[in-house]
């Protein structure tokens, strides 16, 4: 073993117009597992065909300024020295709408022009400079606000996933190093977490 690297991404994604804010809450956690049990009427409501629409107006409806997340990112990072990545997931392309459930027939075409995209935290709060507490950005927001290197073309709002992966990451041009098993900074994120992570994605990469 010669480097051990990590790299921490903030999962948020761009909703639908037609979906309001549906995220975990601290109830959420209290019940576990129970919240998967949904009554039969839930359940037909979410598996109902609807119609999801993304729009440049299209919201990151759950990257809220002001909230406690928001606070604690940003706190972490500068008391860590450990960089903290935004991975902001979007449609194929925009304008987008599609219908789901998706049914049997369903044909995916054309290009990824927008997909997967990460930021630096630094770059995203620098964007959102002067917004008030409570507000909420759109992808035309961004895609006006965010400078260097995320101007627009194959960039914009974000680094592809990919580029950010294997040019950056891999390259030992982003990402944070971890010294040891025993890291104070890796220690904090991982080991004293008030609440469980919702999902989480491990990858070991081998190189020459």
Known sequence: MIRSKVALLQSKRLYPD?????EDNPFDYMIGFRRLLKPDDDWASVVAPRRF???AESRYKALMTGVP???AIRQYETQRGIPVYYLLYHPLRIPHAVVLPLTADYQLSGSCDIGCRVIP???LWAALVGRPDGHIPAYDELLRSLAG???RGEHSVGWRLEHFVVDLLLECETGYIANS?????LNYIFNRRAGPISA???????AP
């Open 200 to 206: 989480a994605l491990a990858l070991t990469i081998d």
């Open 121 to 123: 935290a630094d770059h």
């Open 18 to 22: 037609e979906q309001d804010w549906d």
């Open 53 to 55: 629409g993304f729009t």
């Open 69 to 71: 997340q928001y606070a």
């Open 149 to 151: 290197p995320f101007t």
């Open 181 to 185: 098993p025993e890291d104070g900074g």
